[in-house]
Every structure is written in structure tokens, then in C-alpha cells.
């Protein structure tokens, strides 16, 4: 990994807003590259960034620790939107406890759940109703949240 990388990856343990946010964007667009080949408008120099399957689970590995550290902070939603961008199946199950989560203790996360709903709805998980998702729809987003937590808890498991 870059120096560049490991900086913003060492951004997300600090304090300073700007430095974190900072992080979180050129941590999604790398994650976008890697993950689906698309460049960066945004920032050019993450299409530098080829990284193996090791460094993309290590960057997956640090957005989770950041979450799970302050999931009801100001940046968890925008952790949960990059980690989206990694279109990782295994993250369906980390996904629906975060739902759990932020359905459970309401009021601090209304973004961190949508970012959430919609994670799991671009994992074809059908998370999102009527076919449309605003992030600024809170009522519409929780309703949609807590029936798909409710279909989750009433199908049958497979062991």
C-alpha cells in the first residue's frame, strides 16, 4: 500500500474531522477502482492503488473497526457507503447487525441506517421498498428496515 493509503488509513484512529472525512473519501474511491475497475474523477491518484486481495480485505477490515469503535459518530454512515463499494456478500450478516443496531437505539444514526438499508439492498438483499431510497426519508427508511429485519428473523434458518 501507498504511503498516501496508510495515511488515510491511519486518519480514521485520529480526531480531526476534516482529516477523517478526508480518509473516507479516498478510501471509497480506491475501493471502487480495485473493486470495479472504475476510475477516480475525484481523486486521480487512487487509480494508483492496485491492491491484492490481502490489502483489500485489511482496508475492509480497518472501515469496520471504525465503525464498530463510534457506530453512532458522525462518519460511521459514510464507513458503511464505502464499505458498500467493496460489493462483498460476506458483509450481509455484519450489515444486518448494524441494522439491528441502529434500529434498536434510533435518534444518533438515522444516516448510518440508511447508508445501511442501502448496503444491503445493493447486495440484493430487497432491503428497500417501492424502489426508491432517499436519505433524507427517515420514517420510509425505518419502516423499510424494520420489516426487513422482521422477514430476516421469520425465515427458517438453513444449517
Known amino acids: 500500500m501507498s504511503p498516501r493509503l496508510e495515511n488515510a488509513m491511519a486518519a480514521l484512529n485520529g480526531t480531526?474531522?476534516?482529516a477523517v472525512q478526508?480518509?473516507?473519501v479516498f478510501i471509497?474511491?480506491?475501493a471502487y477502482f480495485n473493486a470495479r475497475g472504475i476510475k477516480s474523477d475525484i481523486i486521480p491518484e487512487a487509480n494508483e492503488e492496485r491492491l491484492d486481495p490481502g490489502q483489500l480485505r485489511?482496508?475492509?477490515?480497518v472501515l469496520c473497526d471504525f465503525v464498530e469503535r463510534d457506530p453512532f459518530g458522525p462518519d460511521a454512515g459514510s464507513a458503511i457507503n464505502v464499505l458498500s463499494k467493496f460489493c462483498d456478500r460476506e458483509m450481509v450478516k455484519t450489515y444486518q447487525i448494524w441494522l439491528k443496531r441502529y434500529v434498536d437505539h434510533l435518534s444518533p444514526a438515522a444516516f448510518a441506517l440508511g447508508q445501511t438499508?442501502?448496503?444491503?439492498n445493493n447486495l440484493g438483499e430487497r432491503a428497500i421498498t417501492g424502489e426508491s431510497?432517499?436519505?433524507?426519508d427517515f420514517g420510509k427508511n425505518f419502516s423499510d428496515a424494520v420489516a426487513?429485519?422482521?422477514r430476516?428473523?421469520?425465515?427458517?434458518s438453513i444449517e
Do not use: G, H
Open 148 to 150: 426487513y429485519l422482521k
Open 58 to 61: 485489511t482496508l475492509k477490515c
Open 133 to 136: 431510497f432517499s436519505a433524507d
Open 117 to 120: 438499508l442501502v448496503s444491503l
Open 28 to 30: 471509497a474511491e480506491v
Open 16 to 18: 480531526d474531522s476534516k
Open 22 to 24: 478526508e480518509a473516507i
Open 152 to 156: 430476516q428473523q421469520d425465515r427458517p
